[in-house]
């Protein structure tokens, strides 16, 4: 076989350049998409890396949100009418509530 590929390309230079162009562009080609694919690889890592850190602050915020929530909902009850939240919370108001709220 070796002895028959040395008369090849002793015969013709030419299919031997063609042949050696040929694995060249083949690597080549290869090489470029195993770069496309481990580049696809690393967005796709730092897109998950991105979203679990989104998710992550987005719970910070909102357990940090909600705790301020409750505290201005305790401070705005303390700061109200007792007896109207009593009454409120009681439902002691009659079919009419709409009479406690007016102005006299």
């Keep these: 076989?070796?002895?028959?590929?040395?008369?090849?390309?002793?015969?013709?230079?030419?299919?031997?350049?063609?042949?050696?162009?040929?694995?060249?562009?083949?690597?080549?080609?290869?090489?470029e998409l195993t770069a496309e694919q481990m580049l696809q690889d690393e967005a796709r890592l730092v897109f998950d890396y991105m979203a679990n850190d989104a998710r992550d602050w987005w719970g910070d915020v909102k357990g940090g949100v909600r705790g301020w929530e409750l505290a201005a909902g305790d401070l705005l009850l303390s700061a109200a009418d007792p007896t109207s939240v009593e009454w409120q919370l009681g439902q002691w108001w009659s079919e009419k509530p709409y009479l406690y709220h007016q102005i006299k």
């Design 1 to 31: 076989m070796t002895q028959n590929l040395n008369s090849d390309s002793a015969a013709n230079p030419m299919a031997t350049l063609k042949q050696g162009l040929a694995y060249e562009v083949d690597d080549i080609v290869k090489l």
